[in-house]
Every structure is written in C-alpha cells, then in structure tokens.
C-alpha cells in the first residue's frame, strides 16, 4: 500500500496543497474551519510531513527548480544559460523541469518544491498554470518563486520580464515609419500573457498612427512554425494583401518566411516582416529577421540573483529590463 501524500489530504480536505502545507507549517494564517478540515484529513489518510519539508527549516537543499513550458523551444536556451551561470557560482544544483503544459506535470513540480526538495523556483512557464496560489508565493516558511518573461497581474511579487506592449508598439511603429499602413498581426496562444500584451501594442501602434483596426488582420496563432506557415495562406486569401506583418515571436515569422520562398513571394520586397524574440536562427534566416530583442541570458542571471536574495532573507523589488528593436533584411520602404 503506497504511502499518503499531501495531494491526497487535500483532495479530502477540499484545499489546495498549498493550503495543506500552510495548515502544517503556518496554522496561524489559517482559517479555523479550514484548518479543521485540513486536520481531520491528515488524520484520515494518516499523511506525515515528507522528510525533506521537515528539514527544509533547518537547512537548505542547495537545489533551484526551473521550470519551462517547452524545453524544445529555443526561446528558453540562453535564459538557462543565464539562470545555470548564477548557480553555479552560488554552488546551487539546478534542477529543470519540463511541464510541456500539461497539468500533471505542473501539479508534479508543485509537491517537488513543497515537499521541500528545492529553496526555491524560477517559473518560465504561465504563471496562470496550475501552480500554488498566489498569496503563498515567497510567504514566510515556504519555498519562494521568481517569474520569468510569462508576466502578467497574477504572477507573484517577484518577477523579470520586458515590456511587452511598448516592445511590439515598437515593432510596428518601425514599419509605419516605413510607409506601411496596412499592417497584420500573427498573435501567439489564446490566453497566453505575452500574447494578450503584445497585441496590445499592436493595437497602441496603429491608433497611435491614426490607422484603423481591422480585425481581419489578427491572425491566430501558437507561437509554432506551422502558425506562420498557416498565417501565409491567410495571408495569400487576402486582397489586397498586407504589405507588412508582425509576428508574435521569431518562430512563426520563420514559418511564413519559409512558405514565402516557396511560393515565390519576395521579402521584403513584395512584403515586410518583423519578429519577436532574437533568436538564434533570427539573424541566419534568408532574409535576416527584423525581430525585438530580449535580453534573455540577463533575464535568468537577475532573476537567480533576486531569488538568492529572497533565500537569503532580502525582499527585492521586481525587474523590467530594456528589450532592443533589431532592424535587419527582412524590412523595408512600402
């Protein structure tokens, strides 16, 4: 007969594990009744507190979980490379974590680090995902979390990122000042925080130039290189066709570059192409991709900083670092 967790005394409980683990270590924030019912299943499933969380107070682990949504995504390379360098020096373990987006798996390094068995994370997948409830972020007693790049209003006290809706305003500002006025945008996965941020600016960019929104312009997308390749057909449908388009990341701007050059279609002479992101690939695509850059190596080293601030006992204030229009072949006059 297998052991009982902390998942199945909140399961009977009907709380969060985070809210069991408050009830453990912290009674005190917790409500009376829900403490109640917290105990009552504790003593139900007969659950002890894991080794590891018992000795989470008295000394550390040494290890940093790392968590990304995607580990094939070249987007997240030189953000763990950043994140490994300030370990390294720091004499942590870093330990990273695959979700793939898939639940289980969040709800699997969600018990990793409560059981314990790391001082702390840093989250590149969406803050909105199945992690622990917010108000026990970076609580006292409990292993804290710094978010990467994935920021909006829910995700936690402490987090890097850029300014994603000045950025992609930026972006499009590039191609108005090159004469364009007819501009469509290839938006990234619905819900997705960077999506909703950078079609914002979009949006900003173009009311800004006195320019109309058309939502027939919006094409959908996944951040994938076959949402840029669909995003061509839709663009092909169209008449007359966009004379320029902003990509929601450098991938899916691949992706119709790609199925440009099959169909003959010239850029940027016949069409404009910006990116988002700077990725490896960006500057060695034919063309060369006009792309935002985020800083991302700086990213993962400031947020190993603040997160060993935090492990240290200091309360550190977010950070915004300066992302960089990077203008290359893909771009030019309308």
């Known amino acids: 007969m297998s052991r009982p967790t902390i998942e199945d005394v909140a399961r009977i409980a009907g709380v969060s594990i985070a809210t069991v683990s408050r009830c453990l270590h912290m009674p005190d924030v917790v409500a009376v009744k829900t403490r109640e019912r917290v105990l009552s299943a504790v003593r139900q499933t007969g659950y002890n507190l894991n080794a590891a969380a018992q000795s989470l107070r008295q000394r550390r682990s040494n290890t940093v979980l790392v968590v990304v949504p995607d580990i094939g995504n070249t987007f997240f390379s030189e953000i763990l490379g950043g994140i490994e360098a300030e370990a390294s020096a720091a004499g942590l373990t870093m330990l990273i974590g695959d979700t793939g987006r898939i639940k289980a798996r969040e709800d699997a390094y969600v018990r990793y680090l409560l059981n314990g068995r790391a001082d702390g994370a840093l ?6 995902a199945a992690w622990f409830d917010i108000p026990t972020r970076n609580a006292v007693g409990l292993p ?6 994935e920021v909006g209003p829910d995700s936690g006290p402490v987090t890097v990122s850029i300014n994603n809706e000045a950025a992609a305003a930026a972006a499009v500002g590039h ?3 090159q004469g364009h006025r007819r501009i ?3 938006a990234g996965p619905v819900s997705n925080v960077l999506t909703e941020q950078r079609l914002r600016g979009y949006r900003r ?3 800004e130039a006195g320019l109309t929104l058309d939502p027939g312009l919006e094409f959908p997308g996944d951040f994938g290189l076959a949402s840029g390749r669909a995003a061509f057909e839709r663009f092909q449908a169209l008449d007359p066709h966009p004379s320029a388009l902003f990509f929601a990341n450098d991938e899916m701007a691949m992706g119709f570059l790609a199925s440009a050059y099959a169909a003959g279609v010239r850029v940027p002479r016949d069409v404009s192409v910006v990116g988002f992101d700077d990725i490896h690939f960006a500057q060695s695509c034919i063309p060369a991709l006009t792309t935002i850059r985020q800083p ?3 990213m993962g080293a400031t947020a190993m900083r603040l997160l060993l601030e935090i492990i240290g006992g200091a309360a550190p204030a977010s950070v915004q670092l300066p992302y960089e229009l990077v203008i290359r072949d893909s771009t030019t006059r309308a």
């Open 175 to 177: 191609l108005i000042a």
């Open 123 to 128: 989250l590149l997948a969406d803050p909105q």
């Open 184 to 186: 469509a945008h290839v």
């Open 205 to 207: 960019a173009l009311r």
């Open 296 to 298: 991302r190596a700086e």
């Open 144 to 149: 804290p979390i710094v978010t990467i790049s």
